[in-house]
Antibody
Framework: EVQLLDSGGGLVQPGGSLRLSCAASGFTFTSYAMSWVRQRPGKGLEWVSAISGSGGSTYYADSVKGRFTISRDNSKNTLLLQMNSLRVEDTAIYYC??????????????WGHGTMVTVSS | QSVLTQPPSVSEAPRQRVTISCSGSSSNIGTNAVNWYQQLPGKAPKLLIYYDDLVPSGVSDRFSGSKSGTSASLAISGLQSEDEADYYCAGWDDSLNGWVFGGGTKLTVL
């Protein structure tokens, strides 16, 4: 069964850091791009970051550029999101998603259950 | 303000047909494929339509997608109460070099 298990969320103070993980199973991890998509409380979906199947290309939304870093460990079928300099407006559910293509240009065909990040003092 | 524009809400009676529009520009919908996602209350989103008009395996054929120029539409026929959800369009934007979403449309089945 194709599955994404995202984890690592929690409560952090403004200016702090957090690292999200996503464990993938049931498909050839290196063959597909991956993304993080977030949803602020009561709001719509917002794409955060993407990475190609090889990990050689990364993409970021302007709202997180310079603060967040996406990476993948293809030997462990794991997607990561390092979040630094966190702001109150980063509070959201973060979803790990699988792309249907090697490059981030297909569709998010599999979604994790989401992990909640709360940035508050 | 979302890059792709959707109506905030639509409503229709059971067994009827409803359409949800998604308006973009030449850098996103006009050039790249549009995907649609359904988010049931309290759940993670799910892929509903991909590459403008393709239906993933396991998704009801009551759902269909279309695109013309810089606009796309999602149609749902034979409305059922379980279709009540938020629907989002999305696509790759060449100018932003990233994915963009619509603001979402809440469907109410009267």
């Amino acid at each position: 069964e194709v599955q994404l298990l995202d984890s690592g969320g929690g409560l952090v103070q403004p200016g702090g850091s957090l690292r999200l993980s996503c464990a993938a199973s049931g498909f050839t991890f290196t063959s597909y791009a991956m993304s993080w998509v977030r949803q602020r409380p009561g709001k719509g979906l917002e794409w955060v970051s993407a990475i190609s199947g090889s990990g050689g290309s990364t993409y970021y939304a302007d709202s997180v550029k310079g603060r967040f870093t996406i990476s993948r460990d293809n030997s462990k079928n794991t997607l990561l999101l390092q979040m630094n300099s966190l702001r109150v407006e980063d509070t959201a559910i973060y979803y790990c998603t699988k792309d249907s293509d090697t490059a981030p240009a297909g569709a998010f065909d599999i979604w994790g259950h989401g992990t909640m990040v709360t940035v508050s003092s | 303000q979302s890059v792709l524009t959707q109506p905030p809400s639509v409503s229709e009676a059971p067994r009827q047909r409803v359409t949800i529009s998604c308006s973009g520009s030449s850098s996103n919908i006009g050039t790249n494929a549009v995907n649609w996602y359904q988010q049931l209350p309290g759940k993670a989103p799910k892929l509903l339509i991909y590459y403008d008009d393709l239906v993933p395996s396991g998704v009801s054929d009551r759902f269909s997608g279309s695109k013309s120029g810089t606009s796309a539409s999602l149609a749902i026929s034979g409305l059922q109460s379980e279709d009540e959800a938020d629907y989002y369009c999305a696509g790759w934007d060449d100018s932003l070099n990233g994915w963009v979403f619509g603001g979402g449309t809440k469907l109410t089945v009267l």
